[in-house]
């Protein structure tokens, strides 16, 4: 199933207002790991920037007060929960540098030579055709441009210590529903040879993990997502029996009351490519 088929709020986690906190805590989180992707992409003031399937503009903001009143960011998403959000949000920090365009990625057009700079982060590995989208930006990107993007690369690295044969099974049912929306999980793999397809040389490659325990900080983003959606989402749409769910809620609350356990997230690569 194609992600140009789906209502805008029917992706597998949802666009609501629940959603706009946890993807707020979720940048609150990695929010040190793409401030330093940025600037080791090189993100200057003055650049005009492309944020692809900005969600509700956690990023987009960081993005528009590091290019400054000379730069742009361009938000881009096809929920417009998430574009009214981003004005709202925008007009409350005082951001007058933030554009935004309503679409599916599937079929997003753009100018060519429009942009200096171009972030991603958990956009690609959702879309039928990554391929596809990174062809029609090709001539988006001036020459010298820079694309980024953090992306999953080895999902399975996500679990509890000590383990439970629950969680490999939930992996599997997360990784299923992925491919049959359209996506991949571990698309970040295949970036450099993506890249490559348009012309784009890859620079850099950096792998982001957390290792983490119940009470801390990152703890509440795996977390967040199991208790509030993810789980139960996977039992509504059939990848993930209701006993496997139960039994993976009771094995969350198990181990988020266990001071020793061990949470390790999914291994995300950055990817940093340059448009000669």
């Known amino acids: 199933m194609s992600q140009t088929s789906l209502p805008e709020d029917d992706y597998i986690i949802g666009a609501s207002d629940q959603e706009i906190i946890r993807l707020g805590q979720q940048h609150a989180i990695w929010r040190e790991r ?21 969600g509700p503009g956690h990023a987009s903001y960081d993005l528009a007060q590091m290019v400054g009143h000379t730069g742009k960011v361009i938000a881009v998403d096809q929920s417009a929960l998430f574009l009214d959000a981003i004005a709202d949000g925008a007009k409350h920090r005082g951001l007058s540098n933030i554009e935004t365009v309503k679409s599916d990625l599937g079929v997003l057009e753009l100018p060519e030579n429009s942009v200096d700079f171009i972030w991603s982060r958990w956009v690609l590995s959702f879309l039928p055709d990554p391929g596809g989208l990174l062809a029609r930006l090709k001539n988006v990107l001036r020459p010298g441009g820079v ?17 439970d044969p629950v969680q490999d099974r939930f ?10 929306f359209g ?15 348009v012309g784009w040389s890859t620079e850099c490659l950096t792998p982001h993990i957390f290792t983490t325990r119940s009470g ?9 997502w199991l208790k509030s959606d993810g789980i139960d989402r996977l039992v509504e749409l059939g990848f993930l029996s209701a006993e496997d769910g139960t039994r993976f809620h009771e094995v969350a609350n198990q181990r ?19 448009k000669p």
Not at 147 to 155: L, M, N, S
């Open 216 to 224: 801390e900080l990152v703890w509440n983003w795996p977390m967040g």
């Open 147 to 163: 694309f980024i993007a953090q992306e999953y690369g080895h999902y399975e690295t996500f679990g509890f210590y000590p383990p």
């Open 183 to 197: 996506g991949e999980p571990n698309i970040a793999k295949e970036l450099p040879r993506l890249c490559a397809n």
């Open 34 to 54: 793409a401030l330093a992707g940025w600037r080791r992409a090189g993100l200057k003031p003055g650049m005009t920037v492309l944020d692809i399937g900005s």
């Open 256 to 274: 988020a009351a266990d001071p020793n356990c061990i949470l390790t997230t999914p291994m995300v690569i950055e990817v940093i490519a340059r």
């Open 171 to 180: 992996i599997e049912a997360v990784q299923k529903s992925w491919r049959a």
